[in-house]
């Protein structure tokens, strides 16, 4: 039996989008990268701590592991002035919280930390 022209022609069609297929799916981008932890500071002492956020959510402002008060606040570095700052969409959040620590600017939310920080890690209890 032999092929006809149209045959063929779904064939080679066929295979090309097959081939087309497995090249978009190995080289699709896994989406985008997302945070894996949170970089805060509590805003009345100073201090720093991390907090996963794998498989997790938190609100913001955290809660301080010592004093159960929601004073902690993510924060980034700016490579260009390799200083610390609240991250902006959270300096509202300074308003409704009393006896801001020195080490924090109310008004720009810069903070006075080393470039260099170790912060505590935040052990979070599983639901």
Same mark, same amino acid.
């Given at each position: 039996?032999q092929? *006809? !022209?149209?045959?063929?022609?779904?064939?080679?069609?066929?295979?090309?989008? &097959?081939?087309?297929?497995?090249?978009?799916?190995?080289? *699709?981008?896994?989406?985008?990268?997302?945070?894996?932890? @949170?970089?805060?500071?509590?805003?009345?002492?100073?201090?720093?701590?991390?907090?996963?956020?794998?498989?997790?959510?938190?609100?913001?402002?955290?809660?301080? !592991?010592?004093?159960?008060?929601?004073? @902690? @606040?993510?924060? #980034?570095?700016?490579?260009?002035?390799?200083?610390?700052?609240?991250? #902006?969409?959270?300096?509202?959040?300074?308003? &409704?919280?009393?006896?801001?620590?020195?080490?924090?600017? !109310?008004?720009?939310? *810069?903070?006075? @930390? !080393?470039?260099?920080?170790?912060?505590?890690?935040?052990k979070?209890? *599983?639901?």
């Amino acid at each position: 039996m032999q092929a *006809k !022209p149209w045959q063929i022609a779904v064939v080679v069609i066929g295979l090309l989008v &097959g081939i087309g297929g497995i090249v978009l799916a190995i080289g *699709k981008d896994s989406g985008p990268d997302l945070a894996d932890k @949170l970089i805060l500071v509590d805003v009345t002492t100073g201090d720093t701590y991390t907090v996963s956020l794998r498989n997790r959510s938190v609100v913001i402002p955290v809660k301080s !592991p010592e004093t159960g008060q929601r004073t @902690l @606040l993510p924060i #980034e570095l700016d490579d260009e002035t390799e200083s610390w700052h609240i991250s #902006e969409h959270y300096m509202p959040a300074l308003s &409704g919280i009393e006896e801001i620590s020195d080490k924090v600017d !109310p008004e720009t939310g *810069k903070l006075d @930390l !080393p470039v260099k920080i170790k912060p505590e890690v935040i052990k979070r209890k *599983k639901r």
